[in-house]
């Protein structure tokens, strides 16, 4: 039988670049409060529909409507708003001082604040998330030492991690914060091999792996969501689909005829897509899949669906590869001026009380920053010497090596 057609090969493209506007249409968008809640105990089979609409609870008004809406006391919702305008603020100080030289580089979560904050309010004191270098608003929703956090990010003497990590890779055990890997998608397979740990133990605490829509092309991504359905692991597997990765989009990764979130439905994992600008959403969701871990239910794989805002370090330059308006024209919105709308719609904030903390928050972030630049920066030295860094290491080492040390003179 002859071939009339010579093969071909589909590469997907964007629907907007430079000087054209982006048709967001691709989103597959679904109103808020539209989709249903399912019990915890639902088998995986039966996500596929959630797998493929969006979960939303704030419409457009700002009002909390449908039945994932969380019943949630109004000093947490106030402390969510802060934390997500403390990480956006702290985002645009730390890009300032990397412009100034002060730090090698720096990764912003510009748009995607909601995402870690209310996830992390969502889990429990001793749970631990294995993150990817964009979710820095887990530490912040955990009060974490904004002085320690630029002290890494400078590499200065008084840096944690003694220089051995590069600039937003942290590491923080008591605040639940796994040191970060830069190779892409391992943090999936540390955290279900984590899961597993603490199931053997017998312990009540469960992990959350985090990655992007780029790195679910990488093998890692299948294998941890074998082991993950095999051993009905308690781990919650977070893709934070924000439509780029470095600057190719997320298409390339498979994300145009199915969503990322349907990957996990076909390998029998509980699975939601759900509105990642969405502070309730998130936090609704985040509950569901936390309780179904607890409850021996397996796993549970969320698709956050975001828009990076900005470039994907300060190495990048986005407007050369889509519209450089493409956020204001992004249908999700903002997810600070989104919780910021419903809480002033249910008397909880004011125009006064926003400028009040981004005044105060800009005053804490530069404190902050002073007191950690006294320990030295990148410009001005004084960063950790080699003994310094692998003093721990060379204390337990052993005496045949100790001697070759010695006399090599390192």
Not at 40 to 67: E, M
């Amino acid at each position: 039988m002859s071939q009339s057609k010579p093969l071909t090969l589909h590469v997907p493209e964007p629907t907007g670049r430079p000087g054209c506007q982006t048709d967001f249409s691709y989103l597959r968008l679904a109103a808020a409060g539209s989709a249903r809640k399912p019990p915890v105990d639902v088998a995986a089979a039966d996500t596929f529909d959630l797998a493929s609409t969006l979960i939303r609870v704030l419409d457009d008004a700002g009002h909390a409507v449908g039945p994932w809406a969380p019943d949630l006391d109004s000093e947490l919702l106030r402390f969510g708003l802060r934390s997500m305008m403390k990480t956006r603020t702290f985002d645009a100080r730390m890009v300032i001082a990397q412009r100034q030289k002060k730090m090698s580089f720096y990764m912003s979560s510009l748009g995607e604040e909601a995402i870690g904050t209310a996830h992390a309010l969502a889990l429990q004191d001793g749970d631990m998330n294995f993150p990817t270098y964009r979710q820095q608003s887990l530490l912040m929703a955990k009060n974490f030492s904004l002085v320690e956090m630029i002290c890494q990010l400078l590499s200065n003497e008084r840096d944690p991690l003694k220089g051995r990590q590069l600039p937003v890779m942290y590491s923080v055990r008591e605040a639940g914060f796994f040191t970060i890997s830069g190779n892409l998608a391992t943090q999936f397979v540390q955290a279900v091999g984590w899961a597993m740990a603490s199931a053997i133990k017998g312990d009540t605490k469960i992990a959350s792996g985090w990655i992007g829509d780029g790195a679910t092309a990488e093998s890692d991504f299948n294998t941890a969501l074998t082991f993950a359905h095999v051993y009905r692991a308690p781990v919650i597997l977070n893709v934070v689909n924000n439509q780029w990765a470095i600057s190719t989009f997320q298409a390339l990764a498979g994300g145009e005829s199915v969503t990322f979130a349907a990957r996990g439905v076909g390998s029998g994992i509980a699975s939601l897509r759900v509105d990642g600008n969405d502070f309730l959403a998130v936090y609704a969701a985040s509950r569901w899949a936390a309780e179904r871990a607890r409850a021996n239910l397996g796993p549970t794989l969320i698709e956050w669906v975001t828009y990076r805002a900005g470039p994907h370090s300060t190495s990048d330059d986005p407007s050369k590869y889509r519209p450089a308006d493409d956020w204001s024209h992004f249908p999700l919105g903002d997810p600070v001026e989104r919780l910021r709308q419903h809480l002033t719609g249910l008397g909880l904030w004011s125009d006064e009380q926003h400028a009040a903390t981004q005044q105060e928050l800009e005053a804490e972030i530069v404190a902050a920053q002073k007191q950690a630049e006294q320990f030295g920066t990148l410009a001005h030295g004084r960063a950790p010497g080699a003994a310094s860094m692998f003093e721990d290491v060379y204390k337990d080492m052993p005496e045949h090596l100790r001697r070759q040390r010695q006399q090599s003179g390192v």
